[in-house]
């Protein structure tokens, strides 16, 4: 789609879509290399339906020295200000995606972490393979200190958080978990695809948000995501994954639970799953 992206539902103020989990910014980690390709990024991300974004750049602490808050805040200031000149609407603000740690709260409480947009609401990751010894102690730190832990894309974890029970118990003790769109349309194959709509038909997800990093990987229009969340877990779920809680999330406010959704059998889910084998 080469236009802007017009929604199926018509957003009011309180539904201008909010992407939490976005690695716009150039020469920090795995996103855009240049400034260039930033604005590329955000010239795309604005045709897809976008209207705000959080940036999240990768905290892993001593191992990476370039996400830094003033580097970050830098970063979307000089962005900005390209933005304007290209007449891109997109605004930017300021976030990290967390890759946990021992310290994660101390660094925190230290200022050396960026929250979402400055609220309470903290984009976090935990390793894809093993599960951590300090997972659950480090989550519920974390609320005790007032932060509200989001977990990102749980769905991409390694099969092992799934048996272990351990993310519904961090939903059950208030964490949140952000499920990436891709993975609902299937980029990364079957098997996340598949996780991914089990997480959201079990009223664990709250959140749903693009994790672009760039031209690597498609970024689907918001009208798509749409279609596929509202035939996987109904329109006022998909409203409140889309739109409602990014938004809470981006003002600091609570965000609204997602319904319990019984699977159905469809013909249509089943020849997609059929052809993301091919």
């Not at 079957?190 to 991914?196: G, L, P, T």
């Amino acid at each position: 789609m080469n236009g802007i992206v017009t929604s199926i539902i018509e957003k009011d103020g309180s539904e201008m879509v909010v992407d939490i989990h976005c690695h716009v910014l150039d020469g920090i980690d795995d996103g855009p290399k240049t400034l260039e390709e930033a604005i590329s990024l955000c010239r795309m991300l604005q045709i897809r339906g976008i209207d705000k974004v959080i940036a999240t750049p990768h905290f892993i602490g001593d191992y990476d020295s370039k996400a830094t808050p003033e580097n970050i805040n830098e970063k979307i200031t000089t962005l900005m200000n390209e933005l304007k000149k290209e007449n891109i609407k997109l605004e930017i603000y300021p976030g990290m995606e967390v890759f946990a740690s021992n310290d994660t709260v101390d660094r925190l409480e230290k200022g050396e972490i960026l929250t979402l947009n400055n609220s309470r609401y903290v984009l976090i990751e935990f390793s894809f393979e093993n599960i951590p010894k300090y997972m659950s102690e480090l989550l519920f730190s974390m609320q005790l200190k007032g932060y509200i832990p989001i977990i990102a894309h749980p769905e991409r974890y390694n099969v092992r958080y799934r048996k272990s029970g351990i993310i519904k118990k961090a939903v059950e003790n208030g964490s949140l978990l952000q499920v990436n769109s891709g993975s609902i349309m299937g980029v990364h194959g079957s098997e996340i695809r598949e996780e991914a709509i089990r997480l959201l038909r079990s009223g664990m997800v709250h959140l749903v948000a693009t994790d672009a990093h760039g031209d690597r990987r498609p970024i689907y229009s918001i009208s798509e995501v749409e279609k596929e969340l509202t035939e996987i877990c109904g329109a006022v779920n998909m409203r409140k994954l889309l739109y409602k809680n990014p938004h809470r999330v981006f003002e600091d406010k609570d965000v609204e639970e997602t319904t319990v959704v019984k699977k159905t059998f469809s013909f249509a889910n089943l020849f997609k799953n059929i052809r993301s084998y091919d």
